[in-house]
């Protein structure tokens, strides 16, 4: 079974950056694909980004697309979410989330997941 911590969320001022990681165990890293999803005060949650298994594709939500980006290093189990300019509107609790599809270039943006994270706050404000 597929255990998933985050790591990395804090402070931080509108325009700077922040990268939180996501650490799996218990299962190889690579046989998922994984997706980050955020959850901010009084709204739903949402999709931000995804990587295939294989990590040959990406998706971003439109809201985070050319500021976010998604990567994974399998040898060490973890897949990174790389946020830069980031602005107040950013500011909510991130997750990562694990799945596996048939195919190892699949990966959907928002799509059900069937393993998750606990959650790391990312807060940005001055």
């Known amino acids: 079974q597929l255990q998933l911590v985050e790591s990395g969320g804090g402070l931080v001022q509108p325009g700077g950056s922040l990268r939180v990681s996501c650490v799996g165990s218990?299962?190889?890293?690579?046989?998922?694909?994984i997706g980050w999803f955020r959850q901010a005060p009084g709204k739903e949650r949402e999709g931000v980004s995804c990587?295939?298994?294989?990590?040959?594709?990406?998706n971003y939500a439109g809201a985070v697309k050319g500021r976010f980006t998604i990567s994974r290093d399998n040898a060490k189990n973890t897949v990174y979410l790389q946020m830069n300019s980031l602005k107040p509107e950013d500011t909510a609790v991130y997750y990562c989330?694990?799945?596996?599809?048939?195919?190892?270039?699949?990966?959907?943006?928002?799509?059900?997941?069937?393993?998750w994270g606990k959650g790391t706050l990312v807060t940005v404000s001055s």
């Open positions: 989330a694990g799945r596996t599809y048939y195919s190892r270039s699949t990966c959907i943006v928002g799509g059900d997941m069937n393993y």
């Open positions: 218990g299962s190889t890293l690579d046989n998922y694909a």
């Open positions: 990587i295939s298994s294989s990590g040959g594709r990406t």
